[in-house]
Structures are given as C-alpha cells and as structure tokens.
C-alpha cells in the first residue's frame, strides 16, 4: 500500500445554507445584545434626568423653606412695633432709599400672583422693571419677598456698597460704607448718623442686610441685560431670585439661578387676623395668637394685611432638564388652588414632580404668641 496515495474519502465542510443560517442566529443574537445595551442605556438616562429632577426640586424647597423661616430675622430689633407708612406694599428692588428700607422691616414676606396661568406680574411701576420683564418671568408662576438680615454678624470692616443693619431692642440703623444713613425707633425714621448700642453701653452687632425676591425665569442662562432671558436663549425654566448685592462697589440687584427645572411655583399664606386669648393684643400690641387662620390665602387684601402673614405654603413643579418622546404626561397637578396640566405638544414629554412644605415664620409668629 502506497502511503502517499491520495485518500479516495472526501473532506466535507459547510454547505452554503448552513452558513446562511448560522449567519442569521448570529445576527439575531447580536441585535438582542445591542438592543439589550441600549434599552439599558435609556434606563440609566432616565434614572439620571429623575435623580437631577428630584435633587433640584428638594434643593428649591429647601432653599424657600430656609430662608422663609429665618424672614423677619432682624437680628434683636422687634419689627412688629412698626408699620409700613406707604398706600402698597414696599418696593422688592429698592437699592438707594434707605428710609423705606427700615419701614419694609414692617413686611419681611409678602407675595405676587398673576392675574392667570398665562400671565406675569407687571412689575413695571417698581425698581425691578428691568429684571422682572415680561420675557424674564414664567407666566402662571407666584411671586414671593423675602427680607431679614445675616444670622451671623459682622466681622471686621464691611464691604463697599453693601447694606447692613445694626439694631438693638429698640431702635435699628441702616449702614452703608461704614456709616449710618437712616434709623428708625419707635415706627419712625430719622436720617443721619445715630448711636445703636446693647444694655451693656458696646455697640450692637452689624448684619448683611437681605432682601430676596424669589421667581421663575422661562431660562437657565440669560443673554439679556443682567442676565434677563432672551431670545435664542435655552428654555429650561429655572427658580432664580433677585437678591440685594453689589457691583463693582455700586449697591445693586443680582439675578442668581438656584435651581432648573422649575417649571411653576404658586404660595398660600397663613394670616393672623383674629384676636387669640383674651388681653394677647395689650401684651404684644398685635391682634391674634401667632396662629394662622385657616384656609390660607392666595394673596393678603389688603396689602397692609401682609404683615400678618405668619405661614407659607410653597408649591414647586418640577420637569426633567430634557424631553423624552419615549413617555407621555398626561396628568394634572394642582399647585394649591391652581391646577396645571394636562400638557401638550413638546412640553408632554417631561417627566415631573409636585413638591410642597407648609413653613412657620418663626420671627414673624413667635411675638404674636405668649407662653
């Protein structure tokens, strides 16, 4: 036998029909695992945009909420002694009248609503007619003031420009560049310097004097003037507030953004309007118990009433920062009396969440009540 001869067995291999169907359960398995990827692709962005959703929202309500409860914190100086002279509420963007200043003391929370959920505040008779445009503000959404000053105090010198308060029981003055322009006691202002000291004759403590003015812009980032939303600009709708500031030594009103994604915000206050226990008013010399009483409104009227707030409702609305055509809203949500929703066109396809918190004014009540 020849070793060398060619075997007369034929090699068999794969027959073109078998390559076709490999071929296909190979594509087959291939489109499970992409599609497999990109199913779990989707799942970790929309974990991601409801995580930014939620961490925005509790960031918004928490930042209301602290800063309602330190409202009327005017470090020892009792406001409730005083009240607001003017025929409407005090100018939220005043920067240069430090008399009105001390008189809006009087009024450490007070609130705007529109005349619907299509339309914005005119603020146009104001010092925030330039920064609460028409175009900067988010129609339907309230709008809230807040003012207080510093927990802490002041130390060493301060800075340029900006307003601070020095108060002690009875009497509290307005400093600007280190001197005091304007003080009141007793409901009454006075210009000039004045002497503000605590029982022990040193001086009474200096804070930063706070005003803020809470919204919701129809953008993120404003191309505008100071920053006011524009044309062509992103249209995130964000929580943002005016807050008394400085620039470039110049006493001034700032936009900051806090939070995106704040599509509406709408307020409820609590107002102390009825006599508490008997003789309360001789002792504190204010009507009420420091008690809201129900049901909470929507706006205070008259104006002058807004001294009487004692406790806010806060509703936020908050949407993901971006669409997703890959789920419908089709709910309504109700923002204390108002309900929004159902959404249509592009602004369907945002997930969103309703946050509240009912909030005491502590500073505000606490002189209203008695042991």
């Given amino acids: 036998m020849n070793p060398n001869r060619p075997s007369s067995t034929a090699i068999a291999g794969f027959s073109l029909v078998e390559v076709m169907i490999s071929l ?30 939620l961490l925005n929202g509790h960031f918004a309500v928490n930042e209301l909420y602290d800063d309602l409860r330190n409202a009327g914190y005017f470090g020892t100086h009792f406001f409730n002694s005083q009240t607001y002279p003017g025929t409407s509420a005090p100018d939220p ?23 619907s959920l299509n339309d914005v505040v005119d603020f146009s008779a104001t010092s925030c007619a330039a920064l609460l445009t028409a175009a900067n503000q988010q129609p ?18 301060g800075e340029t420009g900006v307003i601070y308060l020095q108060a002690n ?10 001197a005091i ?25 200096i804070r930063k004097y706070r005003v803020h003015v809470y919204f919701v812009a129809p953008c993120s980032s404003g191309s505008g003037a100071n920053g006011v939303c524009a044309a062509g ?6 929580l943002k507030r005016l807050e008394l500031s400085v620039d470039g030594g110049v006493t001034t009103m700032i936009i900051i953004p806090l939070a995106e994604g704040v599509e509406a915000m709408k307020l409820k206050y609590g107002l102390d309007l009825v006599a508490g226990i ?18 909470f409104a929507t706006t205070a009227t008259p104006w002058s009433q807004w001294n009487s707030v004692v406790a806010v409702q806060v509703y936020l609305l908050v949407r993901t920062p971006q669409s997703d055509t890959g789920q419908v809203d089709d709910k309504t949500y109700t923002l204390g009396d108002d309900i929004f929703g159902p959404f249509t066109g592009n602004n369907q396809y945002y997930k969103r969440h309703l946050f509240s918190s009912e909030v005491r004014l502590v500073n505000l009540a606490g002189p209203r009540s008695v042991e």
Avoid: F
């Fill in 278 to 295: 008997v003789n309360l008013k001789d002792q504190t010399g204010l009507d009420g118990d420091g008690i809201p009483e129900p049901p």
């Fill in 24 to 53: 296909s359960i190979g594509l087959v398995i291939l489109m499970g695992i992409i599609s497999m990827l990109a199913n779990s692709s989707r799942s970790q962005k929309d974990l991601d945009q409801a995580g930014q959703m």
């Fill in 169 to 178: 029981v009875t009497q509290a003055g307005i400093l600007k560049n280190g």
């Fill in 181 to 205: 322009t304007h003080s009141i006691q007793d409901g009454t202002v006075t210009a000039g310097s004045a002497t503000i000291t605590k029982l022990d004759g040193t001086a009474a403590e």
């Fill in 140 to 157: 339907g959404s309230d709008i809230v003031v807040v003012r207080r000053v510093e927990t802490q105090p002041l130390t060493g010198a």
């Fill in 93 to 115: 963007c005043n920067t240069t009248d430090h008399a009105d200043l001390l008189y809006a003391m009087a009024m450490p929370v007070h609130g705007y609503r529109p005349a």
């Fill in 233 to 238: 600009d992103d249209t995130i709708p964000t």
